[in-house]
Each structure stands twice: as structure tokens, then as C-alpha cells.
């Protein structure tokens, strides 16, 4: 029987890739348009260069961005594209379809829910505060908590430690096989690989099952739990 299911949180949950490019193109626009001496073309395929390198949640791309680009950080052309991101992460930031029905069936079921993700702590937290995810959830750990990024088994034996479940108790969600479903498997969980938020052209998931909608969840489970 299935007591717990654990999900990723970004292309599992929350279709952040579309809200990343989004965002971006809106800051580079609202910076061309403040004066920036570039192409639109050119500044965006720099700032993602710069994510490509530093990691896709780095928090200073654009004085990165400007410093490597005049030698020093132009605070004008920075304060437009901060805010032109931040409006336009807002508005592009949503769930993939039947989250919220799933996650609240879930619930009612009496299935506990948990999130591990690389995500930093704030940036997770305020993903899922956004999108009014953060109260059906028992436990959310990022790899703050224990020093540890996917697929090492810790960060798998804490949220089995903490929703106090056997590893076939549990399910883990996600959309990157190499991260999610060998990270889950090392440590003895049942692996669902989220289809629908592939955006790396994944043939072979090496999951125990693929789903094309996460309401698919709820059919696996039954299905699991039937004597």
C-alpha cells in the first residue's frame, strides 16, 4: 500500500522552464528598451549562457550580465530588468494541469506529501507559496537540509525519516530520470517518471512507470494498493 508520495518540485509540479525563459526575455526586453547597447537576440542567449554556467537559480544574473558587458553594473538598466522578471515570473508561473485536483485527492486519501528538490530553501518555499501548494505538504527538503543534491540517497532517507514510511510505502515523482528515479531506487522507492515535463528527450526513463498527466497518479496507486 501507498502511504507517501514524494514529488520534485520544478517540470514536476510547476512547469519552470516555460517561467524561466519567460521571464527572461521580459527582462532583456525592459532592459534593451532602459538603453541597453545590444541586440535582444544577443543579451538573452548571454544571461542563459550565464545560467548554463552558474547554475539555473542564480540570483545575480543580470549584474553578471551588465558587469561582464560594461565593466561595472548599470543600476538603471539592472532595476528594469528586476522588475520586468519579477512581473513576468509571476505571471508565468503555474502548475502543469490536475496538480492541484491530484494533490488534494491525495490528501484526502490520507496519503502523505513531500517534496525534495536542488532547489535553495527560499526559492522553493516561495514557488510553492505562490501557487498555494505549501499547506498539502508534510515535509519539503532541499539540498540545504542536507548538504546533498539528488540523486545521493540522503536526501530520499529523510523524507522516508520524516513521513515515517517504509521505502515501498512511497512513490517518487519527477521529470529527471538520472536525478529523481535513480536517487529513489538506490534507497528502495517505487519510481514515476513525470513525462510531461521532459525537456531533455528522455527514450528510456528507467522508471517503474511513465505517466503523460500527473492524474495518472491516482490509478497507479489503487492499482499498487489492490490485493
Not at 1 to 10: H, N, R, Y
Not at 94 to 122: E, F, M, N
Not at 159 to 167: E, F, G, H, M, S
Not at 203 to 222: F, K, P, W
Amino acid at each position: 500500500m501507498i502511504k507517501a508520495v514524494i514529488f520534485d518540485l520544478d517540470n514536476t509540479l510547476v512547469d519552470f522552464f516555460r517561467m524561466k525563459k519567460e521571464a527572461v526575455k521580459a527582462a532583456v526586453a525592459a532592459m534593451v528598451d532602459a538603453g541597453l547597447d545590444m541586440s535582444f537576440k544577443q543579451a538573452y542567449d548571454d544571461v542563459m549562457k550565464i545560467y548554463g554556467t552558474e547554475g539555473i537559480e542564480f540570483q545575480e544574473v543580470f549584474d553578471k550580465f551588465l558587469a561582464e558587458k560594461y565593466g561595472d553594473i548599470n543600476h538603471k538598466l539592472l532595476a528594469a530588468g528586476v522588475v520586468a522578471y519579477r512581473k513576468a515570473r509571476e505571471a508565468a508561473l503555474v502548475l502543469y494541469p490536475h496538480v492541484t485536483s491530484t494533490l488534494t485527492t491525495l490528501v484526502k486519501r490520507g496519503i502523505k506529501l513531500a517534496v525534495i528538490t536542488d532547489a535553495p530553501p527560499k526559492q522553493a518555499w516561495l514557488r510553492l507559496c505562490y501557487l498555494n501548494l505549501h499547506h498539502l505538504f508534510d515535509t519539503v527538503i532541499t539540498s540545504a537540509e542536507t548538504g546533498t543534491v539528488k540523486p545521493a540517497p540522503q536526501p530520499f532517507v529523510m523524507a522516508l525519516d520524516t513521513l515515517q514510511v517504509a521505502p515501498e510505502e512511497a512513490l517518487m515523482v519527477g521529470d529527471w530520470p538520472e536525478r529523481d528515479m535513480v536517487g529513489a531506487k538506490r534507497v528502495g522507492i517505487r519510481t514515476v517518471f513525470a513525462r510531461y515535463g521532459d525537456r531533455r528527450g528522455v527514450t528510456s526513463s528507467g522508471a517503474d512507470h511513465d505517466i503523460d498527466d500527473i492524474a495518472e497518479l491516482l490509478q497507479i496507486i489503487e492499482g499498487i494498493s489492490k490485493p
